[in-house]
């Protein structure tokens, strides 16, 4: 009978025997399991060296038993409904290709599922082609930025980094403290502040960020500063600034696209008597928010802020005077 090659299996079939007093020997195991006796004798090794596996050689019985009988094999309990679901949103991850982390994941994954038994296997490949999921493309982030950046997030070490903003063609360089990473509409970014002004938060595109340096100088992250306060008040990519109320009118013929989804956490709905529908919520990054009204075209109104209202008027008399 055929049995499963992978270690995973191999290790919890020779715990099973070991325990039920089988004394289980290299050349009988790898007879029953159809590999080599040096893989059997690696997968010893890796229990006794790198999972502190009390294993004994009995010369008497000849084969493994433990010496200490409390000791247990640390296990991984996976259905097929479990992985399944791993697999779905690790599709649903490729949006961020292009990042250090997606590369990772159909491995991760392929190994999640090489744990199950065959009667509970899945095929990755099958997942991977019947399930799909678009989204704005995300710029591409360097390995080695990314590495620096999240060594420097989690051992709070301050990065010399080499920044290109948006309106620039040149990097700038700068030292730059991280206290968080976050992905906003499919872009990843930082959060952190200068040595000179730790809690003056500024916000960076990682993929504008062109070089990065771990340095010595250690920080404490600012005791005000919270990351779920500061993104709760994004709206698509940008988090910086005070949040202010935006009021929007959809039209009727739009009221149910427009009222079917949830475009901010903290948004309130409200149908007039005409069918009409008022959005509100609480958002900074007013240029973000432009954009994304201008997308409606004639079917949405901005009551509010002013500020908000003129540049909205502002762009479309442009595309106006452009359109001719």
Not at 64 to 70: A, K, S
Not at 81 to 93: M, N, Q, S
């Amino acid at each position: 009978m055929k049995r499963s090659r992978t270690q995973f299996a191999r290790l919890m079939a020779l715990d099973r025997s070991i325990r039920e007093g089988r004394y289980p020997n290299c050349l009988a195991f790898s007879r029953e399991y159809e590999v080599s006796q040096k893989t059997v004798q690696r997968d010893i090794d890796f229990m006794r060296d790198m999972l502190g596996a009390p294993l004994v050689y009995d010369r008497v019985r000849k084969g493994f038993r433990y010496e200490d009988g409390n000791w247990f094999l640390p296990a991984l309990s996976l259905s097929e409904g479990d992985v399944f679901a791993v697999l779905v949103a690790a599709r649903a991850l490729e949006q961020y290709r292009g990042t250090p982390v997606a590369g990772r994941l159909e491995r991760v994954f392929a190994k999640l599922a090489a744990l199950l038994p065959e009667t509970l296997s899945i095929r990755p490949e099958l997942m991977y082609s019947q399930f799909s999921f678009s989204s704005p493309p995300a710029r591409p982030v360097s390995e080695s930025v990314w590495v620096e950046v999240v060594r420097g997030l989690t051992t709070k070490k301050s990065v010399r980094i080499g920044y290109r903003s948006f309106d620039s063609r040149k990097a700038t360089p700068r030292v730059l403290r991280p206290y968080h990473i976050a992905n906003l509409s499919g872009d990843w970014y930082v959060f952190g502040g200068y040595p000179e002004t730790p809690a003056d938060i500024r916000q960076f595109a990682m993929a504008r960020i062109q070089e990065a340096e771990l340095t010595g100088d250690g920080f404490d992250v600012p005791a005000g500063f919270d990351p779920k306060t500061l993104l709760a008040g994004a709206f698509s990519r940008f988090a910086g600034g005070k949040p202010v109320v935006i009021r929007l009118l959809f039209d009727s013929e739009i009221a149910d696209w427009a009222g079917e989804r949830e475009w901010h956490p903290g948004q309130t709905l409200k149908k007039r008597r005409n069918g009409d529908i008022e959005l509100a919520f609480r958002a900074a990054g007013l240029y973000e928010v432009s954009r994304w009204v201008l997308g409606w075209g004639r079917y949405a109104r901005v009551l509010a802020p002013s500020e908000l209202k003129t540049m909205v008027a502002d762009e479309i008399r442009a595309m106006a005077e452009r359109a001719g």
